[in-house]
């Protein structure tokens, strides 16, 4: 059983940072893939960055250049820098740990951006 806590989330003023975390216990954390996504009210949940067992990572377009994700092997943590912050980013943050047999999500932390 894998366990996700994530923290960080809070409100902003537009063009602010934030950074989240999500800490991970109850698996092996260094060799699987992890991401955040998001979902704002009415809208589907997205993947907002992936970054894989060996650090390599991928963004949606509207984070890039904005967001950066990376991890802590020896913390069992990922992060989420979040930079140029708009009110568009507003939404409940997403942990995602990709499981050999199963995915597993975190309980989400609130973003909100104030224009």
């Known amino acids: 059983q894998v366990q996700l806590v994530e923290s960080g989330g809070g409100l902003v003023q537009a063009g602010g940072s934030l950074r989240l975390s999500c800490a991970a216990s109850?698996?092996?954390?260094?060799?699987?893939?992890m991401g955040w996504y998001r979902q704002a009210p009415g809208k589907q949940r997205e993947l907002v960055a992936h970054?894989?067992?060996?650090?390599?990572?991928t963004y949606a377009d509207f984070a890039k250049g904005r967001f950066t994700i990376s991890r802590d092997n020896a913390k069992n943590i990922v992060f989420l820098q979040m930079s140029s912050l708009k009110p568009e980013d507003t939404a409940v943050y997403y942990c995602?740990?990709?499981?050999?047999?199963?995915?597993?999500w975190g309980q989400g932390t609130q973003v909100t951006v104030s224009s």
């Open positions: 995602k740990y990709w499981g050999t047999l199963l995915d597993y």
């Open positions: 109850g698996s092996t954390f260094s060799t699987q893939d």
């Open positions: 970054i894989s067992g060996d650090g390599i990572t």
